[in-house]
């Protein structure tokens, strides 16, 4: 008989395809967060993916009790609970992420039949940029469930979103809660009408007074207009300074993974596939949507204005007609 209490937590374990800045950093920010007991970099480069899990292997004793291990063997993904896709051609300065979409869709087609026979049972995470894209042309190639292979989304933008209005306001980004639906690109679309400032709506905040007694912080349509504006564009910026986004897509997709093997049923703007979703059907779009253990559990039917539903359908016609031109 063995010590009470010993082996009474599941390995809950984490596969992470691509050890390149986003795989890596994703690894590194999972294990720090103690997200999963066991993690696995795969990636076809041998002598990368095997230094990434080497170095960060060194730090172990500094993080919640974990083990990690790369190898370019498919086989170390097996049995992986969460599978999380960053492999995908690199963005340049200047280039969209749908440009990204043709040789990032042959390289997921490529790999997904392997990761599915070694993990059946895994919930897929994409994060290969265009996210919506390789997301839907995954489903198409995969034959997994919707709710078990899903998109990192605008889980990212929505933090971008939050930072950018605490920095505005002066609260606290945990404090503010608003979300970008559509497409994590171009013609995503904020949703001001449901926003909330701890629970003021977003429209009706009326700032606050500073230590002067002035009021600071009052938002403005000019004010959201420049905030959106700086949400889409910031990761070109970051390309264009550093050459690619890491650190914060990272603890997004740490965070995705924490709501799946702690089955927390979490509010996330996940890109998965709507049916029927206010009136937008075959497409992988992000909106709020519960997530669990099962991957994507249900959608929730957000109010929103006029306009951001017309933005909506807008961004899931853009998105139909890139699938088209790849034969999706």
Known sequence: MGTPGTGARRRSKLAIVGAGSVGATMAYAALMRGAARSVALYDINAAKVEAEALDIGHGIQFMP???????DDIAVCAGADVVVVTAGAKQKPGQSRLDLAEATIKLVR?????????????????????????????????GLPPNQLFGSGTVLDSSRLRYLLAQHTGVAAQNVHAYIAGEHGDSEIPLWSSAMIGS??????????????EVVGRLAAEDRTRIADEVVNSAYRIIA????????????????????LNDERRVLPVSSLL?????????CLSVPSVVGRHGVEATLPISM???ELAGLHRSAEALRDVARRFGL
């Open 200 to 213: 003021v709506p977003l429209l009706d905040w009326p700032g606050m007074r500073g230590p002067d007694g």
């Open 65 to 71: 009790m974990a083990d990690v291990e790369g190898s």
């Open 110 to 142: 490529t790999i997904l039949p392997g990761l599915v026979e070694v993990a059946p049972d895994a919930v897929y995470v994409m994060v290969t940029n265009p996210v919506d894209i390789v997301t839907y042309a995954a489903l198409k190639s995969s």
């Open 275 to 283: 049916q029927d979703y206010r009136g937008i059907s075959d497409v």
């Open 305 to 307: 204005s006029e306009d």
């Open 241 to 260: 300074g550093k050459g690619a986004t890491n650190y914060a897509v990272a603890l997004a997709g740490s965070r995705i993974i924490e709501a799946v």
